[in-house]
């Protein structure tokens, strides 16, 4: 297909016609299109409520804090909130001793562990060995789910090994090294 029209005998008409990277270059920029739906996209983008449920919806789906309409349904006694601040208040010791026992006291009041890699991490760490096995299961228990591991500290690796060579127990040595092979592959 030529470029110029072949209306008249000479195939020369003096208009040229237009280029596929032209007609897709205007193809936006025509004064009939509607940029309504732009504009309003981009308003309720930067609107103050919008950005208040989207801060709304971040901190419910990175467990956070919930909306106060939120946490009175579902968590009325404010268990969950407890449990956060107890999490974050072990995560910033005062010193060493002040945190092994922050630990066995998180431990025996909640009983479960959360889904934060740093924090059972940290746990990995701990002088009870009866701590470092329910930190190890609830990290085998978190694999064997299917439940994709975030970004892992690379210090994880490292106390799995540790754990590996230095435990006395060969049931949390052998578990220890499973994890660490799974982590690595």
């Given amino acids: 297909m030529s470029r110029y029209d072949d209306n008249n005998d000479s195939g020369f008409s003096g208009k040229r016609k237009k280029t596929w990277r032209e007609i897709d270059a205007n193809r936006n ?11 309003d996209t981009s308003k309720i983008a930067r609107s103050h409520s919008y950005e208040k449920y989207k ?5 419910i789906f990175t467990q956070g ?9 579902f968590d ?12 974050k208040k072990l995560m910033q010791p005062e010193d060493r001793a002040s945190w092994i026992k922050g630990v066995a006291e998180f431990i025996e009041q909640y009983n ?8 059972l991490d940290s746990l990995l760490d701990h002088p009870k060995e009866k701590i470092v096995c329910k930190a190890l299961n609830h990290l085998e228990h ?15 690796k490292q106390r799995l090994k540790s754990i590996e ?13 499973r994890l660490r092979e799974r982590l690595c592959s």
Avoid: M
């Fill in 55 to 59: 801060k709304a919806a971040d901190a």
């Fill in 65 to 73: 804090e919930l909306p106060p309409a939120l946490a009175e349904q």
């Fill in 165 to 177: 060579l230095g435990s006395l127990d060969v049931e949390l040595q052998a578990q220890a090294k």
């Fill in 112 to 119: 479960e562990l959360p889904d934060d890699i740093y924090f």
């Fill in 29 to 39: 920029k025509s004064p009939h299109a509607s940029r309504q739906d732009a504009k």
């Fill in 142 to 156: 978190w694999l064997d789910n299917g439940k994709p591991l975030p970004k892992c500290p690379p210090s994880l």
């Fill in 76 to 87: 009325a006694q404010g268990t969950r909130k407890a449990f956060r601040e107890s999490i």
